[in-house]
């Protein structure tokens, strides 16, 4: 079970919004900034959000990050079929002096 | 372009060892921190050790602790990890990663934090009898 906690699936349909969460605790979440990846199946993770809301050059706006004391919320509007896929949200506690991922949260455009 | 071409992978049995490496590419290797995450079959992702830009300082999850040492070598570009004693467990693909920096202003401070930025396509290791 992972230390930081996503719903494991999401769904929602073509232009919708949809958010997915990650809950963590004073040591990870509540002092680093969180970053979020996108996997596609049979490929490597695709850096969405980094430092909660900053997004890599080139990224559409639809797509955006928020944090709020132990927790962080991914956030992507206008859902395209594209968006499928599994979204993990990482962070770095320092308690354990270790990289943390959630469990991933597998999105469906219905 | 920045790639990582990871290398090494196979099947082992139980007890055994590998040696993955990770060749570096498009980018300084010496100004970046360095991580291996894996991804066991069908499950998500788990960070497995970190090694700083001069290798001086080095993190390990705990189920590898001892078993695992991350290495690298700045003047060929190159990122390792050599796995001992190695367990069905451990059966994986295994990701070489770039780890960048970004920083932000609070409350008139300046902070740094790190991300994952560039990932590898990985390496398959399966250990099995």
């Known amino acids: 079970q992972s230390v930081l906690t996503q719903p494991p699936s999401a769904s929602g349909t073509p232009g919708q919004r949809v958010t997915i969460s990650c809950s963590g605790s004073s040591s990870n979440i509540g002092t680093n900034p969180v970053n979020w990846y996108h996997q596609l199946p049979g490929t490597a993770p695709n850096l969405l959000i980094h430092g909660n809301n900053q997004r890599p050059s080139g990224f559409p706006d639809r797509i955006s990050g928020s944090k709020y004391g132990t927790s962080a919320t991914l956030a992507i509007s206008g859902l395209h079929s594209e968006d499928e896929g599994d979204y993990y949200c990482a962070v770095w506690d320092v308690s354990l002096s270790s990289w943390l991922f959630g469990g991933g949260t597998r999105l469906t455009v219905l | ?129």
């Open chain 2, 1 to 129: 372009d920045v790639q990582l071409v990871e290398s090494g992978g196979g099947l082992v049995q139980p007890g055994g060892s590998l040696r993955l490496s990770c060749a570096a590419s498009g980018f300084t290797f010496s100004n970046y921190w360095m991580t291996w995450v894996r991804q066991a079959p069908g499950k998500g992702l788990e960070w497995v050790a970190n090694i700083k830009e001069d290798g001086s300082e080095k993190n390990y999850v705990g189920s590898v602790k001892g078993r695992f040492t991350i290495s690298r070598d700045n003047a060929k570009n190159s990122l390792y990890l050599q796995m001992n004693s190695l367990r069905a467990e451990d059966t994986a693909l295994y990701y070489c990663v770039r780890v960048a920096s970004g920083g932000y202003f609070l409350d008139r401070e300046y902070y740094y934090y790190y991300y994952m930025d560039t990932w590898g396509n990985g390496t398959t290791v399966t250990v099995s009898s």
